[in-house]
């Protein structure tokens, strides 16, 4: 009795695992210098998501290093010979078919790529590092895919009001004063095109600000010779008992605890001084007690002599 033919679908990963892919069916594999080639079953699906840039070849996105140790393996991706970013899979915690992403830098700073490990156990048998040439690691065309990441809504914010989400078509609609003009660009991320939003000066559409007139003022502009920095500020700092007050239009000056103007040198001259003052009035006090006595035994004399005569 003849068998009746059958056809086998296995899953993607394990089919990949068998082939290439994600590297291109063209690429060798082998490294620059002829001594490892990338086993089959080591990457076996990989998503590189790249904005629109017609400057961009999907073409010349490949692996660049590769660099396998005891614990585990770096993968680095290139752009035309040029890093744009790596990962490592760490062996102790690897898993089979175990997804790792790569934040990539320089043109690619807002991608993202995806790879999925198949397995490191062959991988792993090729210590070393190594460097590969585009056209040995080249990835396949489909794998660099369009990003496709937008805008999905716009919101205003008013110090702390928030609007609700703005979403499907918005438009930009210039108010008074305010002039917008399209720029057209080329389409790439060094040309884009943009919008560019002026403030419209004398034109009419709004009455002056009365701020403006402020300008024709008089105004303080410096104290004591002393000139503001350059942002206009004039510092006035406070010492141990003066203090500065808030007034009306201005800054009072306030003595809080009276300080003392003279310190201890300057006290202790005033001390001596005054000393040697009370010494000299201690002085002049007994000269006129002696000269008071003395005054005294004068008239008593003279008092003695006039009655004398007149007996």
Not at 32 to 54: A, C, K, Q
Not at 97 to 107: A, E, V
Not at 134 to 152: F, W
Request: glycine share 8%; with cysteine; net charge negative.
């Amino acid at each position: 009795m003849a068998s009746t033919p059958q056809i086998w679908d296995i899953e993607w990963l394990n089919e990949n695992s068998q082939r290439k892919y994600p590297l291109s069916e063209d690429s060798s594999l082998r490294d620059s210098s002829g001594s490892i080639t990338i086993p089959n079953d080591f990457l076996v699906d990989m998503i590189v998501p790249i904005h629109y840039d017609p400057t961009v070849d999907p073409l010349k996105v490949h692996i660049l290093t590769l660099s396998v140790f005891s614990g585990g393996v770096t993968v680095t991706l290139g752009y035309n010979g040029t890093a744009i970013g790596s990962v490592t899979i760490d062996a102790s915690t690897f898993v089979r078919n175990n997804t790792y992403f790569i934040q990539c830098t320089g043109l690619f700073f807002d991608t993202v790529a995806k790879i999925v490990v198949g397995s490191l156990t062959s991988i792993m048998k090729l210590g070393g590092s190594y460097s590969f040439l585009l056209a040995d690691a080249r990835l396949e065309p489909t794998v660099v895919k369009p990003d496709i990441r937008g805008v999905t809504a716009i919101t205003l914010k008013n110090g702390d009001d928030v609007s609700a989400p703005i979403q499907n078509d918005v438009v930009f609609q210039a108010g008074r004063n305010m002039l917008m003009t399209f720029i057209a660009g080329t389409g790439t991320l060094a040309d884009p095109s943009r919008i560019l939003f002026n403030a419209i000066d004398g034109q009419g559409l709004n009455a002056d600000c009365e701020c403006n007139e402020a300008t024709t003022l008089p105004c303080v502009k410096t104290i004591n010779g002393i000139d503001p920095d350059e942002n206009g500020r004039f510092n006035l700092l406070e010492s141990d008992c003066l203090k500065l007050q808030e007034i009306a239009n201005g800054l009072k000056l306030a003595d809080t605890c009276a300080t003392p103007c003279c310190g201890c040198q300057e006290l202790d001259v005033v001390t001596q001084t005054l000393e040697r003052v009370q010494t000299q009035v201690n002085s002049l006090e007994n000269l006129a007690s002696r000269l008071e006595g003395a005054i005294n035994v004068m008239e008593f004399a003279i008092a003695q002599t006039q009655a004398f005569r007149i007996a």
